[in-house]
C-alpha cells in the first residue's frame, strides 16, 4: 500500500492555471472511478474538491476540475486565487483499501 | 447536515491502547458508513480503516492491521478507532470522515480531529 505519488510542490500567479498530478497504479487510480481531492490549509480539516474523479461538490468554485487518464489522476485549478494557497492530498480507491498521495502545496505567488 | 465531533486529545505511553470516539450529529438515517485517516505532524494524509453503516464490514490499512480495530454503535450514531501497542510513530492527529451525499468514497464531512500523542 504505497502513497500514489504527487508533486510535492506547484505554484502559479493569481490569475494562472496549475495541475497537479497523481500517479498510482492498474489496482487503485486506475482500476477504479473512485478518485478524491482534498484541500488543507494550514491547522485545518482536510475539504473535499473532486470526488468521483472529475465531479465536483455544491459550494466548490467551477474553478476547480478534475480528470483520469490510465494510472494518473489530476485536479486542475483554473483562475488562481490567493485562497487557493493550501495542501492538496488525492485518494483512491483501491479495491480492500483507500490509499492517499503524499500531498502537494500549492504556492500562490 | 450531519456533523461529526470526535473525543478530546490523548497522551499515552509506548505500549498503550487509544480509543477516539467519533459521535454522529444532526442527520436522520443511520446509513453512514465511517472512515479513520490519520496525520502525523508535519506530515500527509494516512488511511487508518473503515467501517460499512449496512453490514458491520471492516478494512484496514496493511501497516495497522492486527493493532487497529474500527467499530460503531449505531444505536448512538457513535463510531470508535482503537489502537494499540502504541508506538512514538503514532503520534498524530486521527480524524473521522463519512461520505454523507458525494459517492461512497467523497469524504464531505469530517470530525475536528484528535490528537494522540505518544510518548514516555
Known amino acids: 500500500q504505497s502513497a500514489l505519488t504527487q508533486p510535492r510542490s506547484v505554484s502559479g500567479s493569481p490569475g494562472q492555471s496549475v495541475t497537479i498530478s497523481c500517479t498510482g497504479t492498474?489496482?487503485?487510480?486506475?482500476?477504479?472511478?473512485?478518485v478524491s481531492w482534498y484541500q488543507q490549509h494550514p491547522g485545518k480539516v482536510p475539504k473535499l474538491m473532486i470526488y468521483?474523479?472529475?465531479k465536483r461538490p455544491s459550494g466548490v468554485p467551477e474553478r476547480f476540475s478534475g480528470s483520469k487518464s490510465g494510472n494518473t489522476a489530476s485536479l486542475t485549478i483554473s483562475g488562481l486565487q490567493a485562497e487557493d494557497e493550501a495542501d492538496y492530498y488525492c485518494c483512491s480507491y483501491a479495491g480492500s483499501y483507500v490509499i492517499f498521495g503524499g500531498g502537494t502545496k500549492l504556492t500562490v505567488l | 447536515q450531519i456533523q461529526l465531533v470526535q473525543s478530546g486529545g490523548e497522551v499515552k505511553k509506548p505500549g498503550a491502547s487509544v480509543k477516539v470516539s467519533c459521535k454522529a450529529s444532526g442527520y436522520t438515517s443511520t446509513s453512514y458508513s465511517f472512515t479513520w485517516v490519520r496525520q502525523a505532524p508535519g506530515q500527509g494524509l494516512e488511511w487508518v480503516g473503515w467501517i460499512s453503516a449496512y453490514n458491520g464490514n471492516t478494512k484496514y490499512a496493511q501497516n495497522l492491521q492486527g493493532r487497529v480495530t474500527v467499530t460503531t454503535d449505531t444505536s448512538t450514531g457513535t463510531a470508535y478507532m482503537e489502537l494499540w501497542s502504541l508506538r512514538s510513530d503514532d503520534t498524530a492527529a486521527y480524524y473521522c470522515a463519512t461520505a454523507s451525499i458525494y459517492g461512497v468514497y467523497g469524504f464531505d464531512v469530517w470530525g475536528q480531529g484528535t490528537m494522540v500523542t505518544v510518548s514516555s
Open positions: 492498474s489496482s487503485d487510480v486506475g482500476g477504479y472511478n473512485y
Open positions: 468521483d474523479v472529475s
